[in-house]
């Protein structure tokens, strides 16, 4: 295609996104009157796209550098929605920010994606750390949060990797007592509780993603943090493994969480006796554990599928919580390095190499359980300064050293564009 026919594109196309969010807003108006209580979330929910994005910043660069394939990347890439982090801030900073996002989303009458990101020691002191000074600051937080909320529409992801990574997953000595691993699922319940209490919210409780924890030990840490008290759950949040993977994953939990609360009187509290990713072979119906496997080989999950029809049966869709996936980096799935390239962890979630955008976020996923896939991490924040465990302080994927966690880096965005999965297109 030649440079003039590319800059009428990318010049074209960020003229649509103004013109989108001007007749959103007008249609808006209009709606926002008269929008009626209930779920946040149904298969018809339209999600806010925020004008003034990182992305649609990037494609004005873009243009004025002369990247005109670029530019249309970053514009198209601009017209999709994306969540909105909640980091830090005193409570009356995060009250004024939430509110002033929710009252952009309703006069535009569309329903925005928040994550509230602030719980104590979190991400164990890796690239992502930091959150409140203590539960009671993390709570008055909270309180603020969900005031910032009021009566208007809104998702809220609950504390990414919160729940998968305890403190007492931080390491030997991590939390000998137990006390700060008790706070942390005590504070994720008062979250879940305390912004539900908000009518018109939908509220999905974090659960990691379909190669770290064990089936039935998420199914626990989901309940004990209260997840009964919201909508469901999420998954795959920043990160790149195939969307069926997490659906399967999130079914599997979901039965679970049933059969150990609902199901057989004999199943009550066990959820260790479910089937996991992490399984070989079918398990007789009387709680017997299969044969664990070093990792997640979908060529064996025939096996899972056959323990949960054999042990759960299939209680209806309206007995189980549902849940929601992050597609934003997970169109070409997860990324493996070379055999042998690296002795350490090499850190496949964090920026991993060569990724594509995912599935575009809709509420209508056609998937029972599955009530949206929304992009949860912003394609084109790093992850990290990632070293994939060489001692060294250079990502020896990209040879540089990567932008510090939640950077805007405009490489990465513009690969995943360029990689989408399906092709990137302008959201009308």
Request: hydrophobic share 40%; net charge negative.
């Amino acid at each position: 295609m030649k440079p003039r026919s590319l800059r009428r594109r990318a010049t074209a196309a960020l003229a649509a996104i103004a013109a989108c969010a001007a007749l959103t807003v007008t249609q808006g108006q209009a709606q926002a009157q008269a929008a009626p209580a209930g779920n946040a979330l149904t298969p018809a929910t339209k999600f806010y796209v925020d004008p003034h994005s990182k992305a649609a910043a990037q494609a004005l660069t873009d243009l004025r550098n002369g990247d005109f394939t670029d530019a249309v990347n970053m514009a198209e890439l601009a017209s999709w929605p994306q969540a909105e982090w909640f980091t830090e801030g005193t409570p009356d900073e995060v009250l004024v920010k939430v509110k002033s996002l929710v009252r952009k989303a309703r006069t535009a009458g569309r329903t925005p994606v928040l994550v509230a990101y602030n719980v104590p020691g979190r991400d164990c002191t890796q690239y992502s750390s930091g959150g409140a000074a203590s539960s009671a600051a993390y709570r008055q937080w909270i309180d603020a949060f969900a005031t910032g909320i009021g009566d208007s529409k809104a998702v809220v992801v609950v504390e990414p990797d919160g729940l998968a990574l305890l403190p007492g997953d931080c390491g030997p000595g991590a939390d000998p007592t137990g006390d700060l691993t008790a706070a942390r699922v005590a504070d994720l319940a008062y979250a879940v509780k305390t912004i539900k209490s908000k009518a018109r919210t939908a509220v999905y409780l974090d659960a990691g993603n379909v190669l770290w924890r064990p089936v039935g030990d998420m199914a626990r840490r989901l309940l004990d943090a209260g997840v009964q008290d919201g909508d469901g759950f999420a998954l795959n949040v920043s990160n790149t493994h195939p969307t069926d993977h997490n659906a399967r994953y999130g079914t599997w939990i979901a039965k679970c969480m049933w059969f150990a609360t609902e199901g057989p009187e004999y199943a009550r509290g066990h959820t260790d006796w479910c089937a996991t990713q992490y399984y070989s072979s079918a398990a007789p119906n009387d709680g017997t554990p299969g044969n664990a496997v070093d990792s997640a080989d979908p060529a064996t999950w025939r096996w899972t599928d056959a323990w949960f029809d054999q042990s759960v049966g299939a209680p209806p869709n309206d007995a189980l919580r549902h849940f929601v996936v992050d597609t934003s980096r997970n169109g070409l799935g997860a990324w493996t390095p070379e055999p042998g390239k690296y002795t350490g962890d090499p850190e496949i979630w964090c920026n991993a190499p060569g990724r594509g955008l995912g599935p575009r976020p809709t509420a209508d996923t056609g998937v029972p359980l599955v009530d949206a896939y929304l992009w949860i991490k912003i394609p084109g924040e790093s992850d990290g300064s990632c070293t994939r465990s060489t001692g060294g302080a250079i990502d020896p994927e990209y040879g540089i050293v990567d932008p510090p966690a939640g950077t805007w880096w405009p490489e990465q965005a513009h690969t995943l564009a360029r990689n989408a999965a399906p092709r990137l297109t302008f959201n009308r």
